[in-house]
C-alpha cells in the first residue's frame, strides 16, 4: 500500500478551503443584479384557500413581484413528482395526490407553499408577506397516522378518499402462516419508530437565473443528484428542456437524504428567474427547514416472530403503517417498501416472511429517506425482535443471534434480496472482544453499587446499498435507472480530472476518488482533479445516496481508468515502437515487455495528443475516457454495534458508556473517512434512540420546529466510539466496496434500544428514550417487583 | 439607517446599514466574508461563531450596530502570514470536519475553549464546552480528538514564539 493509494488514510485534500472559511455554498453565491424569495408558508395544516389579496403587499417597498399557484397554473408548470411506482396488493397504482410548487386551491401541511414574494432584499421580502392577505377556510386536520385513517376522516387527496396511498405487501403469506401454525413460541411486538428531521447543518437555498441571450436557466442549489434535479425539472416539471438548463450544486453542507428531492422551493426561484428578469435567491432559515424538508422514519408496526423448540427462527410477520405526510415526495414511496421490507430477514436465515405496509397521507410535512431510508426501521423490527425472543427464551443475546446467523453464501432470502457474501460471526465475534462482554457483569455489579442500572444491547444489522442494478431497481418500479457515469481526462502533461455523477457533500469524494485514480495509475494525488456537481460538467449521474458512491460511483471511474489505460498501451506501443500485446503498464510506467525500453504515464498522454507517433487512421488523438458502470447486485454492508449504558433510576437520564462498532464493509479506500462515516451515522442513530422525535399536536402545529424544541445530539450527549473492521470483499464490484455511509444510523437505534431494556428488565420503551419516558419505565418496574 | 464602524480581521471597514441588521448578515452579506455561517435562527448551533474583542460570540445574536468600535475575527482571519492556526491545522489532521458547514464555527469556539480554559482539556471538559456548537456529521469523535491535539499545538507554538 502506498501513502496514498487504496487504504490509506490520507488526509482529505477538501479540507483547506473548509478550514480557512473558503468553501463555497449556495447561500455564499450572489449573481449581479439578483433579487430575494421569500416563501409565504400556510399557517393551517388542511385548509382551503379561498382568496389570497396581494394588493397592499405588492405595494410595499422593494416588492418586485409575489406569484401564485394561479401564475404557475399559468405558465403551465407541472406539479413535483414521486419517482417510484408502487402497486397495489389487488395490483392497481398507487394514489399519487397532486403536488403543485405553490399551493393551488388547498394548503395541506403548516408550512405549505402559498405564495412567493420576491423583492429587492430578503428583508423586504419578508416583510411583505406580512401584507399578504390569505383568506383560509380552516378544515380538520389529520395530523397522524390513526387520525388518518379513522372513519370520516378529513380527505387529504381526493384521489385517495380513504388516506391510503397504498397498500403493498411482500413475501410468502401462506408459507408463512404456516410457520407460525407450527411454532412453539411466538414473540410480539409493537414498535413504533419515531418521526425526525434530518437538519443538515446546511440549510437548504436556491439562486435561479436566465439569460434571456442563450435561453438557458441555470440553478444554483443545495442537492445531492444535480443532474437527477434537472431531469425532474426538464421532462415532468417542465421549467426548461435540459440542453436548456444547468444545474449547479456547489459544496454542500450535509444532506442525509433530505437534498435529494426536487422541492417546491428551486423549482419556483429558476422559474421566477425569468418571469422577473433577475436572478432569484432563496435560503432556508432553521425553522423552514423543519416545517418543509422532508422528515424521515414515523412507521408504527406490529412485528411476530415465529419460533421452533430449539430456538430457531421459522418465521416473520410484520404489519406496518407508514407516515408519507400530505405529498408524495420525490422517492417516498419507495422508503417503507422496497427499502423497508427486502431487509426484515436481517442477518438471519429466515424460511418465511411476509410483511404488510399501509402507507397513509396525513397534514405534515412530507416524509421521505432520511440517513438509512427504510433500512434502520427493518434493522429496529428485526433487532428488536431476535433480542426479546432471546430473552423471553432465557437464552443469550448473542448466542441466539449466531444460532440463527446465515452462514452459507449466496443466501437467497424469502424478500428478494440474495446475499452474497459476508460472514456474521466475524464480525460478532471481534465485537464482543472489543467491548470486553466477559466482563459486563462485574460492570454491573460495579453500577449496582452506586445506585445506578446497566445494560448492554446487540445491533447485528445489514444493509443494501448502492441501490443497483437499474434492471432489478426498474422491476420494483423505479423511474430511473441507478448506475454511475464517469469520465476520466487526462490533460497532454499528464494530469487527471475525473468527473463524476457522485455528488461530495461531507463523504471526502474528492480524496478518496483521488486515492483510487492515483492508485490505478500512478501518478501522485495532486495531480488528480475531482470535478463533480455541475451538469454543464458532467455528463450525467445519479447522485449521492443510498451508501453508493464507493460500491457504482468508483466503479464507474475504475472502469473508465481501464479503458484509459487500453488507450494508452496502444499508444505507447507506437510510441515505443512495440506492438500492444508486448506492452506492460504499472506503477505509472508503459513498457515493453522483457526490454528496458518505457515511457511514464504523463510522456505517454502527450504522446496521444502530439500525435506524432500514429496517424489518424491507425489510432484517434487524445486520452480521455467514459463508462457508466451498472452493478451486477445491490451490496451488503453488515456488522455488529454493542451498546453499554448506565442509567440513573432517579433521574432516568441515560448515559452511553462505551460503544463498539465492528463493520464489514468490504474494501476500504480510506480508513479514516471510513470511520468518520461510522461516527456520523452512529450519532444520528443514538440521537433517536435517545434524543429526537418530530411532534405534531392533534391540529398539525409541528410543535419541534428550532433547535429549542428538537433535541439534536451534542458533543455531550455522545461517548467517543470504537470502531473495527472486518472484511469480505464484495464480489458484484470490481472494487470489492460495500458503502459505508447510512450503516451506523442503521445498526444503531436498536443497540440504544436493547441496552435500555436490559438494564429496566423490560420491554417497555419507546424512541426517544428520554429521562421522563425512561423514569416511568423504571418506576413501573419497581412496582412490577413490589407486586411480587 | 445607521453607521458603523469596526475593524474586521485587522482592517477597519465602515457601513451605512440598517440598524436590525446582525453581525452574520453584515459580515457575509456587507463584507462578503461568507466563511461565518448562519444554520439556525434560535442562536443554538454556533455555526456562526466569531471572536469579538478576543471572545467568542454567536454573530447572529449580536445586533452590528452595537459593535461599534469593536475588533472582529472571522474563520478568514485566522491564519496569519499564510500559515494555517494551529487549530485549523489540528481540524485538518484529525478529520474534524466532513461537510465544512458547522467548521469555522466549531474552530473558533474551540479556539476560544484553549484561551479561557488552557492547554490541557480533557475529553469531558471539551464535550461540555462545545455544547454552543452543533455538527450533524461527525459525531464530535473527531472534532474532540482535534480540538485537544489542536490546544495542545496552540500551547506550543506559544512557547515557541516566546
Not at chain 1, 398507487?94 to 432584499?121: F, S
Not at chain 1, 479514516?672 to 392533534?698: P, S, T, W
Request: a negative charge.
Amino acid at each position: 500500500m502506498s501513502a496514498t493509494g487504496i487504504g490509506a488514510p490520507v488526509r482529505r485534500t477538501e479540507d483547506f478551503r473548509f478550514i480557512t472559511g473558503k468553501g463555497q455554498y449556495t447561500d455564499d453565491i450572489n449573481r449581479a443584479g439578483q433579487a430575494h424569495a421569500y416563501f409565504l408558508r400556510s399557517p393551517h395544516a388542511h385548509a382551503d384557500i379561498v382568496k389570497i389579496d396581494t394588493s397592499k403587499a405588492k405595494a410595499m417597498d422593494g416588492v418586485i413581484a409575489i406569484l401564485t399557484g394561479d401564475d404557475l397554473a399559468a405558465d403551465k408548470i407541472g406539479g413535483l413528482i414521486c419517482g417510484w411506482m408502487i402497486h397495489n396488493k389487488d395490483g392497481s397504482p398507487m394514489r399519487a395526490g397532486g403536488h403543485p410548487a405553490l399551493a393551488q386551491g388547498k394548503v395541506r401541511y403548516v408550512g405549505d407553499h402559498v405564495a412567493v414574494i420576491i423583492a429587492e432584499t430578503y428583508q423586504q421580502a419578508k416583510d411583505a408577506a406580512e401584507a399578504v392577505d390569505v383568506t383560509y377556510k380552516t378544515l380538520p386536520a389529520a395530523a397522524d397516522i390513526d387520525s388518518a385513517l379513522k372513519k370520516g376522516a378529513p380527505v387529504i387527496h381526493d384521489v385517495a378518499p380513504d388516506n391510503t396511498v397504498f397498500n403493498w405487501h411482500l413475501g410468502d403469506k401462506a408459507a408463512t402462516d404456516a410457520a407460525f401454525a407450527k411454532a412453539k413460541h411466538v414473540t410480539k411486538l409493537d414498535l413504533i419508530n419515531n418521526r425526525l428531521v434530518p437538519n443538515p447543518m446546511e440549510p437548504r437555498a436556491a439562486v435561479g437565473d436566465f439569460d434571456a441571450g442563450t435561453g438557458v436557466f441555470t440553478l444554483y442549489t443545495t442537492s445531492q443528484n444535480p443532474h437527477v434535479a434537472r431531469l425532474v425539472l426538464s421532462a415532468f416539471i417542465g421549467i426548461a428542456p435540459e440542453h436548456k438548463l444547468r444545474v449547479i450544486a456547489p459544496d454542500v453542507g450535509g444532506g442525509f437524504g433530505s437534498k435529494i428531492f426536487i422541492y417546491a422551493e428551486e423549482t419556483v426561484c429558476v422559474w421566477a428567474a425569468k418571469k422577473v428578469g433577475r436572478p432569484v435567491k432563496w435560503t432556508s432559515d432553521r425553522t423552514e427547514a423543519f416545517l418543509s424538508d422532508a422528515h424521515g422514519r414515523d412507521h408504527v408496526t406490529h412485528a411476530e416472530m415465529a419460533l421452533d423448540d430449539k430456538g430457531r427462527i421459522l418465521g416473520l410477520r410484520v404489519n406496518t403503517k407508514a407516515n408519507l405526510g400530505a405529498y408524495l415526495s420525490t422517492f417516498s414511496s419507495s422508503v417503507p417498501t422496497y427499502l423497508y421490507a427486502p431487509l426484515l430477514s436481517g442477518q438471519y436465515n429466515i424460511p418465511a416472511i411476509y410483511c404488510e405496509v399501509d402507507a397513509v397521507y396525513t397534514n405534515t410535512a412530507p416524509v421521505d429517506a432520511y440517513r438509512g431510508a427504510g433500512r434502520p426501521e427493518a434493522t429496529f423490527v428485526i433487532e428488536r425482535l431476535v433480542e426479546v425472543a432471546a430473552r423471553e427464551r432465557g437464552e443469550d443475546p448473542a448466542l441466539f443471534r449466531r444460532k440463527n446467523f446465515v452462514t452459507q453464501f449466496p443466501h437467497q432470502t424469502p424478500v428478494i434480496m440474495a446475499y452474497d457474501v459476508g460472514n456474521y460471526s466475524a464480525s460478532l465475534d471481534k465485537a464482543m472482544d472489543m467491548a470486553d462482554v466477559k466482563n459486563f457483569g462485574k460492570r454491573k455489579k460495579e453500577s449496582e453499587r452506586h445506585g445506578k442500572l446497566r445494560g448492554l444491547g446487540y445491533s447485528a444489522y445489514i444493509e443494501a446499498c448502492g441501490i443497483a442494478p437499474s434492471q432489478a431497481v426498474g422491476s420494483l418500479g423505479a423511474g430511473v435507472g441507478l448506475w454511475e457515469s464517469a469520465e476520466v481526462r487526462v490533460n497532454p502533461v499528464g494530469t487527471v480530472e475525473v468527473l463524476t455523477g457522485s455528488h461530495s457533500h461531507g463523504q471526502g469524494h474528492e480524496t478518496t476518488f483521488a486515492q483510487l485514480v492515483s492508485d490505478r495509475l500512478g501518478i501522485p494525488l495532486d495531480q488528480v482533479s475531482i470535478v463533480h456537481g455541475d451538469t454543464d460538467k458532467v455528463q450525467f449521474g445519479m447522485g449521492t445516496y443510498g451508501s453508493r458512491s464507493g460500491a457504482v460511483g468508483m466503479s464507474a471511474i475504475a472502469q473508465a481508468i481501464d479503458k484509459v489505460i487500453a488507450k494508452g498501451k496502444k499508444v505507447a506501443a507506437y510510441a515505443l515502437e512495440a506492438s500492444e500485446g508486448d506492452i506492460d503498464f504499472k506503477d505509472g510506467r508503459f513498457s515493453v515487455k522483457g526490454t528496458d525500453k518505457s515511457l511514464a504515464f504523463g510522456e505517454v498522454a502527450l504522446q496521444a495528443y502530439i500525435a506524432h507517433k500514429f496517424s489518424g487512421q491507425q489510432l484517434e488523438p487524445g486520452l480521455k475516457e467514459t463508462a457508466f458502470y451498472d452493478p451486477t447486485n445491490f451490496t451488503f454492508p453488515a456488522g455488529v454495534h454493542i451498546c453499554e449504558v448506565e442509567i440513573d433510576p432517579d433521574t432516568g437520564v441515560t448515559r452511553i458508556d462505551r460503544w463498539t462498532a465492528v463493520d464489514d464493509f468490504g474494501v476500504v479506500i480510506n480508513p479514516m473517512i471510513v470511520e468518520g462515516q461510522v461516527h456520523g451515522g452512529i450519532a444520528q442513530g443514538v440521537g433517536q434512540a435517545l434524543l429526537e422525535g418530530a411532534h405534531y399536536n392533534k391540529d398539525g402545529q409541528l410543535v419541534t420546529a428550532s433547535y429549542m424544541d428538537y433535541t439534536m445530539p451534542r458533543a455531550d450527549d455522545l461517548p467517543s466510539f470504537a470502531v473495527g473492521m472486518t472484511s469480505t470483499p464484495c464480489p458484484s464490484n470490481p472494487l470489492g466496496i460495500k458503502g459505508c455511509g447510512e450503516a451506523g444510523a442503521i445498526a444503531a437505534p436498536p443497540a440504544v434500544i436493547n441496552a435500555i431494556t436490559d438494564a429496566l428488565g423490560h420491554e417497555n420503551i419507546s424512541m426517544p428514550a428520554t429521562p421522563q419516558r425512561v423514569w416511568q419505565a423504571v418506576q413501573q418496574s419497581q412496582r412490577k417487583l413490589a407486586a411480587e | 439607517m445607521a453607521s458603523v464602524t469596526m475593524t474586521v480581521n485587522g482592517k477597519t471597514v465602515t457601513a451605512t446599514i440598517d440598524p436590525r441588521t446582525l453581525l452574520s448578515s453584515f459580515l457575509r452579506e456587507h463584507l462578503r466574508l461568507t466563511g461565518t455561517h448562519v444554520g439556525c435562527d434560535t442562536s443554538q448551533c454556533g455555526a456562526c461563531v466569531v471572536h469579538v474583542d478576543g471572545r467568542a460570540i454567536k454573530s447572529c445574536t449580536a445586533l452590528a450596530v452595537s459593535l461599534d468600535g469593536a475588533h472582529v475575527t472571522t474563520i478568514e482571519g485566522l491564519a496569519s502570514d499564510g500559515h494555517l492556526h494551529p487549530m485549523q491545522e489540528a481540524f485538518r489532521e484529525h478529520h474534524g470536519l466532513q461537510c465544512g458547514f458547522c467548521t469555522p464555527g466549531m474552530i473558533m469556539s474551540a479556539v476560544d475553549i484553549v484561551n479561557r480554559k488552557g492547554a490541557m482539556l480533557d475529553e469531558h471538559t471539551i464535550r461540555e464546552e462545545l455544547e454552543g456548537n452543533i455538527c450533524r456529521c461527525t459525531g464530535y469523535h473527531n472534532i474532540v480528538k482535534a480540538v485537544a491535539a489542536g490546544a495542545q499545538a496552540m500551547a506550543a507554538t506559544k512557547v515557541a514564539a516566546e
